[in-house]
């Protein structure tokens, strides 16, 4: 999820260290920077960047020329517990999902089972957009480049987590009003990645696209530690746990439940397992030298659907970007890049690979508030593509400082007021009832003392409470921490209160909800 970062996490020993490596040493000691710096600085520069982010946990697998050079893990799966992480341990790696599910799709194109031009009502009969011209226009393609109009992350407060089945999900995509015209802007949608994914068992008779992966990828790259469901996730042995800070101390949160969702977030994997992928990915569709999918299917994955930016970064060696099918491709420091990251509730996870220079990574972390998963996958293309040193980890965490102070103060606004104990405008009773979205159906208010108690109709084991501040105005706190601490307004008519805007973690959903009383 943003996209839901684009996650890496890294530490460095130190800059005397690194300027001393760089000196000219003789020919047949020589090793590239990369190299040393995975050798020399790897290990203190994560260590250094889980104190520094509050991190719990990560693992790390760089590849380079056919060879994994490093795959370790650091810190701990849980705070409570001393087990370690390995280079085995499991992590939700959400929207990297993206990446399998866009391959399956440019596959089945080589296989000549379907066209990505082809419309989507030409596989799934019933599937509508917002407007009738969109809904008869949209193709395969369109789905996989997150250009049908949508805002960012538009509906999945409504889709992840929640009960709703993949064609329920599917089917309320009718539901999403677009805020940009259809196929000139990038929005980043998950709801669109599942309707792709549900387009394989129509053209492959019913075989789900869970079955699919397992089959044609999972299985023929030995990634015999990975798994296309969240299900069963907290059963499996050497799992990391979630963690988040977004609003207080590390908290632990709740496993994500994202089956619904699988073809956009569904996977699970571990470091060791991913060395493999990014194997395959740098060896054009090879894997131990056997040929896994056709270089063509890859090449259909990395071409450009979807202009992102054109703009020369304000921090990094790069100009642009641009979407492919569940891949980013850009320039870093003069070669081209590919990456994704992926991001569940307590989790926080980067891919990337650069095939000119025969190099791969991944960073996994159990922490989601955070950007070292990031810094760590700069850090380690700074190392390797010759860019001059600097501390990707403190330069993240100093350009996040305003985002974390806006949030405690935010936080210490909301407790003030609450505790100012004004009375509310109306009788708490006058708040009670029934109140509709057109995108997420019902909620229901009802009185719990001197506060409100939200029900959600789709996330059953999820719950709201309403503390009064002021002005019909009410601090939300979610029992799931990982949906925030966030301000509610109801609004009120000569006829009483009639709607009621509820926000959740930007990380799930920027945009507020308007819901209207029944």
């Not at 956009?264 to 990915?281: E, I, Y």
């Not at 959600?456 to 409470?465: E, I, K, M, V």
Request: hydrophobic share 40%.
């Amino acid at each position: 999820m943003l996209v839901r970062f684009m996650f890496c996490r890294g530490r460095l020993a130190s800059l005397v260290a690194l300027l001393l490596l760089a000196q000219p040493v003789a020919a047949q000691q020589y090793q590239p920077p990369g190299a040393r710096f995975v050798r020399d600085s790897l290990t203190a520069y994560v260590r250094r960047g889980l104190r520094l982010w509050n991190i719990p946990g990560l693992a790390v697998v760089v590849v380079k020329n056919g060879q994994v050079v490093a795959s370790q893990g650091f810190g701990v799966r849980a705070v409570d517990q001393p087990e370690p992480v390995d280079a085995n341990t499991l992590f939700m790696i959400a929207s990297n999902t993206k990446l399998f599910t866009g391959t399956a799709l440019a596959q089945l194109e080589e296989e000549r089972r379907l066209n990505l031009n082809d419309p989507v009502r030409k596989y799934l009969p019933s599937y509508r957009l917002y407007d009738s011209v969109s809904t008869r226009l949209v193709s395969v393609r369109d789905l996989l480049g997150h250009h049908l109009g949508t805002r960012t992350f538009q509906g999945d407060f409504t889709f992840w987590n929640s009960d709703l089945s993949r064609a329920e999900v599917v089917a309320k995509m009718r539901t999403l009003k677009p805020v940009n015209p259809f196929r000139q802007t990038y929005g980043y949608c998950n709801s669109s990645f599942l309707a792709a994914g549900e387009i394989i068992p129509a053209v492959l008779g019913g075989k789900k696209w869970e079955d699919w992966v397992q089959q044609r990828l999972l299985t023929p790259l030995g990634m015999a530690n990975t798994y296309p469901l969240t299900a069963g996730y907290a059963q499996r042995p050497n799992i990391a746990r979630p963690y988040s800070n977004a609003y207080g101390p590390l908290t632990p949160l709740p496993f994500d439940a994202l089956d619904n969702l699988a073809p956009a977030a569904g996977l699970v994997s571990c470091a060791n397992d991913l060395a493999h992928w990014l194997r395959f990915q740098l060896d054009s569709g090879r894997y131990n030298g056997q040929r896994v999918l056709p270089w063509a299917t890859l090449q259909r994955t990395r071409q450009p659907n979807t202009a992102i930016s054109d703009a020369k970064s304000s921090v990094l060696p790069s100009h642009f970007s641009v979407y492919g099918l569940g891949i980013y491709t850009g320039d870093y420091n003069g070669r081209q890049i590919f990456w994704h990251t992926g991001g569940a509730y307590g989790f926080v996870t980067n891919v990337c690979f650069v095939p000119e220079e025969g190099l791969g990574l991944a960073v996994l972390t159990n922490q989601d508030n955070q950007s070292f998963f990031e810094a760590l996958r700069y850090q380690l293309l700074d190392a390797y593509l010759g860019v001059p040193y600097v501390d990707r980890s403190r330069q993240l965490y100093n350009l996040a400082r305003a985002g974390r102070e806006e949030t405690r103060h935010g936080l210490a606004d909301m407790a003030a007021r609450v505790q100012h104990k004004d009375r509310p405008a109306h009788r708490l009773s006058t708040y009670a009832g029934t109140y509709r979205n057109p995108v997420y159906g019902t909620v229901t208010v009802e009185v719990q003392g001197k506060q409100l108690l939200v029900h959600f109709s789709h996330h059953p084991n999820l719950l709201a409470t309403l503390d009064y501040m002021d002005d019909d105005q009410f601090r939300t706190t979610y029992s799931n921490p990982a949906y925030g601490i966030l301000p509610a307004a109801f609004g009120a008519q000569a006829g009483g209160v009639r709607t009621l805007e509820l926000r959740v973690n930007p990380f799930l959903e920027p945009e507020p909800y308007l819901f209207t009383k029944e």
